[in-house]
């Protein structure tokens, strides 16, 4: 459990950094005090084990001490993206019903870090709930991804002994904590006893100086920061800096340059998922394989399966299905969702891939409509969704467009009733949805395809762009 390993890092490691951040180092023990006052603090507000409580603050010391804060109060963890929109922020916390929630507005209201910095009395054990994840479906409403404090923390375990991360190592994270991809540089970080670095926000121009200051060695990020450092100018930082390893989701179509230019020896590529964690990765020092997203991690089995759950022989395309003690135990409120992912101790991604007769594992689609946009999963319902209720649409069809640095764009189809234009729908989506979900290319259209079923073909709309496999 993580607050295990908080306890044990803190004996052994107390006076090591374990944050840095905007020119502040907390070490472990001046965290582990921190996360206690906050959760005397929420238990002195009525917050009792079970009870869900919403994090959504930015990047800050205070996030991560929040966090541990919650989880030794018994409580279940939410972190919330603080910018999301009205209408999907109201359903998230309708849906989880938080206690408390935390944000810019209510950390000095709480008085969250004054008061007793004594270890709360409160006893979790591994089959507790720990952390509430949302994460956008296929029906164009967020599901609740719920884990127990016995598989929230494995990870960090995992990227441990991936990439080779040792006490001394420093990780720097450039995304947001709320995002899996800089949580699990924390969780990284805490079970190496190593530092964890990271901005209040990503800034190209300040990326290698940032480097630089943190003495970062191994860097988590996801292959659309990796392309935007790719686009710069040339400094003279990228060659003379510390970095050996760099963890990148969708890193792949970017790898040999990032090795070429920036002089890494490792840029490892990895699937997952919120829902699974963190599935495979590629190997350090192993030869790349074109396509590849690299093989399961000790702990970890990956099997590609047909329509009936039936494993398909290597190279065959089909559903990729995981099982791991770090996949979620449940979607939150949803025995109906919960008993379509999960299937014999197996967990159904809703993602296509293939395996070769070695393991390694290759991402073909996905087979649910969601969008990749620069990290960001966007339901492409939830957007369609919007766009009707415009009174000028009659039909929208959104899909993922090929974007060289976002690896995603958003693309709208609209079969208007009167006329209407791409400005004005925008403005309507940026007003109702958070700004990753927004459309930025437009098109419209007399009539959409149709299937023979009336449902919306997306997958020719997607073969206009040189889109992949028909599983529209």
């Avoid at 963890?77 to 922020?89: I, K």
């Avoid at 003379?240 to 090795?259: M, N």
Wanted: glycine fraction near 10%; proline fraction near 8%; aromatic fraction near 6%.
């Amino acid at each position: 459990m993580l607050l295990d390993v908080l306890a044990r890092q803190m004996a052994a490691r107390g006076p090591h950094p374990f944050l840095l951040h905007e020119g502040r180092r907390v070490t472990y023990a001046e965290l582990d005090r921190l996360a206690n006052r906050a959760a005397n603090r929420l238990s002195a507000r009525g917050v009792r084990p079970g009870d869900r409580v919403t994090l959504a603050l930015g990047n800050s010391v205070e996030y991560v001490a929040a966090a541990f804060g919650i989880l030794k109060a018994g409580a279940v963890l939410n972190p919330m993206n603080p910018d999301l929109g009205r209408a999907e922020r109201e359903y998230v916390l309708g849906h989880a019903e938080p206690r408390v929630v935390i944000d810019a507005a209510s950390v000095e209201a709480l008085a969250l870090f004054a008061g007793d910095d004594r270890p709360p009395p409160v006893r979790v054990s591994p089959d507790d709930p720990a952390l509430l994840l949302y994460t956008s479906g296929t029906t164009g409403t967020p599901k609740g991804v719920l884990f127990t404090h016995g598989n929230s923390g494995g990870t960090g375990r995992h990227f441990v002994a991936a990439l080779g991360v040792q006490p001394d190592d420093t990780i720097l994270a450039v995304t947001p904590l709320f995002h899996g991809n800089a949580w699990g540089a924390v969780q990284t970080a805490l079970h190496a006893g190593a530092t964890v670095a990271f901005p209040r926000a990503f800034h190209a121009s300040a990326f290698w100086p940032l480097v630089h200051a943190s003495g970062a060695t191994v860097l988590f990020t996801i292959g659309t920061i990796l392309a935007m450092l790719l686009a710069r100018p040339p400094s003279d930082l990228e060659r003379t800096h510390r970095l050996r390893v760099i963890l990148g989701l969708g890193a792949a179509p970017v790898r040999e340059r990032v090795h070429a230019r920036f002089g890494v020896e490792d840029v490892v590529e990895c699937f997952g998922s919120t829902d699974a964690g963190v599935v495979t990765l590629t190997p350090l020092g192993a030869p790349p394989r074109p396509g590849s997203c690299g093989r399961p991690v000790p702990g970890v089995e990956v099997a590609i399966v047909d329509d009936a759950g039936r494993p398909l022989p290597p190279g065959a395309v089909g559903e990729i299905a995981v099982r791991s003690p770090a996949r979620m135990t449940a979607y939150f409120r949803d025995p109906e969702a919960t008993r379509a992912a999960l299937r014999d101790g197996w967990f159904l991604t809703g993602d296509l891939g293939r395996l070769d007769p070695e393991g390694w594992l290759y991402f073909v689609d996905r087979k649910r409509d969601v969008i990749r946009r620069g990290g960001e999963n966007v339901s492409s319902v939830a957007v369609e969704k919007v766009l009707r209720e415009h009174p000028a649409v009659a039909e929208a069809a959104v899909i993922g467009v090929p974007d060289p640095v976002l690896g995603q764009e958003i693309m709208a189809y609209v079969v208007a009733r009167t006329p209407v234009d791409a400005a004005e729908l925008e403005a309507f989506a940026a007003a109702r949805l958070a700004r990753f979900q927004v459309p930025r290319r437009w098109a419209f259209r007399d009539a959409l395809p149709k299937t023979p079923t009336e449902r919306v073909a997306k997958y020719k709309l997607r073969a206009e762009h040189g889109g992949g496999p028909l599983v529209g």
